[in-house]
Nanobody, 126 residues
Framework: QLQLVESGGDLVQPGGTLRLSCAAS????????VGWFRQAPGKEREGVSC????????VFPGSMMGRFTISRDNTKNTVYLQLDSLKPEDTAVYYC???????????????????WGQGTQVTVSA
């Protein structure tokens, strides 16, 4: 059974940092494209950043650029999302998702991914 488990979400103050982890079980992420997405209350789920099997990265345009960094460690079967300089508007549930890599850098949209984790809550507040 393919499973993704996110962890690392927490309550942090503005300007703080977090590192989210997305661990896979039941399959190897080596040949998968993996993406991080987020969903704030009352809003649609949106892409944050995606990484393909070769390490190519797509960052969703917007206020997250330059603050969030995706990386992968295939030896640990895990993909990470480093969150720096957090703002209150970054408060959301963060999800990771995976889909077999097809050799192209994804646009990093929700519809491109088929296997999803349950999410981890990130709250940025003073």
């Amino acid at each position: 059974q393919l499973q993704l488990v996110e962890s690392g979400g927490d309550l942090v103050q503005p300007g703080g940092t977090l590192r989210l982890s997305c661990a896979a079980s039941g399959f190897s992420l080596d040949n998968f494209s993996v993406g991080w997405f987020r969903q704030a209350p009352g809003k649609e789920r949106e892409g944050v950043s995606c990484i393909n099997k070769s390490g190519g990265i797509r960052v969703f345009p917007g206020s997250m650029m330059g603050r969030f960094t995706i990386s992968r460690d295939n030896t640990k079967n895990t993909v990470y999302l480093q969150l720096d300089s957090l703002k209150p508007e970054d408060t959301a549930v963060y999800y990771c998702a995976a889909d077999p890599d097809r050799g192209l850098l994804r646009r990093c949209t929700v519809t491109e991914y088929t296997t999803w984790g349950q999410g981890t809550q990130v709250t940025v507040s003073a």
